[in-house]
T-cell receptor
């Protein structure tokens, strides 16, 4: 079974620019998560989707971050405009339906904001 | 608010040693606890998942225990190998369904096993 796919793997942008990340979850996984991992810290959940509906976005900085999951499969996470403090690894994870299910993570996208 | 702490932050051991990584959490109302491994530049690999009703889980040379009442978990690695070098993260999931299945992570223990 193919794992969680993410692209790009690396991105360097200037502050105030926009950037978008893409995630393709494991086939059949209804739940998709985006996490932010700042260097030296554990991942922090930004947003969770169940199919194409948002379950939890309480930690998403909505003034600059947005995410969508059209058709309940792929998802994109956008930052507009980026700040220096957004430099981090953005991890996508997926799990089967049900909030207790084990999460499987993609390789992440490393974002550097200059 | 749930807080997860991992001690030590870094650990260096010679090959062959048995070792213990510690994880503590402030809110004992958890549904389960998961241990992950993270290699440099890579995503997270799930190692073990312990439900709140369980006391331990084993996979190969790894054994994870859970004491929910005291808010502690340990990951025991037997006969460590250089390939075990990585950052180990623990994460807890809350019980309230309205909070979704958010995992709260610790900051990790960076393990180095020297040949």
């Amino acid at each position: 079974e193919a794992g969680v796919a993410q692209s790009p793997r690396y991105k360097i942008i200037e502050k105030r620019q926009s950037v978008a990340f893409w995630c393709n979850p494991i086939s059949g996984h209804a739940t998709l998560y985006w996490y932010q991992q700042i260097l030296g810290q554990g991942p922090k959940l930004l947003i969770q989707f169940q199919n194409n509906g948002v379950v939890d976005d309480s930690q998403l900085p909505k003034d600059r971050f947005s995410a969508e999951r059209l058709k309940g499969v792929d998802s994109t996470l956008k930052i507009q405009p980026a700040k220096l403090e957004d430099s981090a690894v953005y991890l996508c994870a997926s799990s089967r339906m049900g909030w207790s299910r084990e999460q499987f993570f993609g390789p992440g996208t490393r974002l550097t904001v200059l | 608010k749930q807080e997860v702490t991992q001690i030590p932050a870094a650990l260096s051991v010679p090959e062959g040693e048995n070792l213990v990584l510690n994880c503590s959490f402030t809110d004992s109302a958890i549904y389960n606890l998961q241990w992950f491994r993270q290699d440099p530049g890579k995503g997270l690999t799930s190692l073990l998942l312990i439900q709140s009703s369980q006391r331990e889980q084993t996979s190969g040379r790894l054994n994870a225990s859970l004491d929910k009442s005291s808010g502690r978990s340990t990951l025991y690695i037997a006969a460590s190998q250089p390939g075990d070098s990585a950052t180990y993260l623990c994460a807890v999931r809350r019980t309230e369904e309205t909070s979704g299945s958010r995992l709260t992570f610790g900051e990790g223990t960076q393990l180095t096993v020297n040949p």
